[in-house]
T-cell receptor, first 108, second 115 residues
């Protein structure tokens, strides 16, 4: 079983839509959680860390469910510029585990 | 803040040559740097973890004699692809972990093409 699993998508949504991605992780001892976005042929860029209490940054909301071992990312009012691959990252001490990414296409 | 640079951004070389890629944390100290490889339409694959002043830890299947990693200071790590072959052509990305945190910041990547 993979350490981190994500639905690869693609998720094709119209501008203005709300879209949510989930990511499950296998190690209950995992300590830190992140969402990164990666544009085509570019490096991943940190979108937000995910805290136990959930956190929001503008149109983006991240949540952690330790009991079910998943994290989620909600994007409200999608913009064309949100089109990218969203990577879920889970860390346990000095090891970081990446999901394979969920591709989002926001269409006009 | 938290800027990581990589050099070169792209390189084309002949088979059999060695290529050195530099990764620098510009405005913070990075006790740990990571080297990844990404093939087209695939996810990032961790190659090795590099701790300042000690030997790198390589992931299973990654040849340490082929991918030489040096982490001589808190702001610089280098990856040397020795005797490169066409199958080594890939996007190599480094990341640096901000000292005292669990957050990684990625360099812009180096696109290596071996002819």
């Amino acid at each position: 079983r993979k350490e981190v699993e994500q639905d690869p998508g693609p998720f094709n949504v119209p501008e203005g839509a709300t879209v949510a991605f989930n990511c499950t992780y296998s190690n209950s001892a995992s300590q830190s959680f992140f969402w990164y976005r990666q544009d085509c042929r570019k490096e991943p860029k940190l979108l937000m860390s995910v805290y136990s209490s959930g956190n929001e940054d503008g149109r983006f909301t991240a949540q952690l469910n330790r009991a079910s071992q998943y994290i989620s990312l909600l994007i409200r009012d999608s913009k064309l510029s949100d089109s990218a691959t969203y990577l879920c990252v889970v860390s346990n001490f000095n090891k970081f585990y990446f999901g394979s990414g969920t591709k989002l296409n926001v269409k006009p | 803040g938290a800027v990581v640079s990589q050099h070169p951004s792209w390189v084309i070389c002949k088979s059999g040559t060695s290529v050195k890629i530099e990764c620098r944390s510009l405005d913070f100290q990075a006790t740990t740097m990571f080297w990844y490889r990404q093939f087209p339409k695939q996810s990032l694959m961790l190659m090795a973890t590099s701790n300042e002043g000690s030997k790198a830890t390589y992931e299973q299947g990654v040849e340490k004699d082929k991918f030489l990693i040096n982490h001589a200071s808190l702001t610089l790590s280098t990856l040397t692809v020795t005797s490169a072959h066409p199958e080594d052509s890939s996007f190599y990305i480094c990341s640096a972990r901000h000292r005292g945190t669990d957050t990684q910041y990625f360099g812009p990547g180096t696109r290596l093409t071996v002819l």
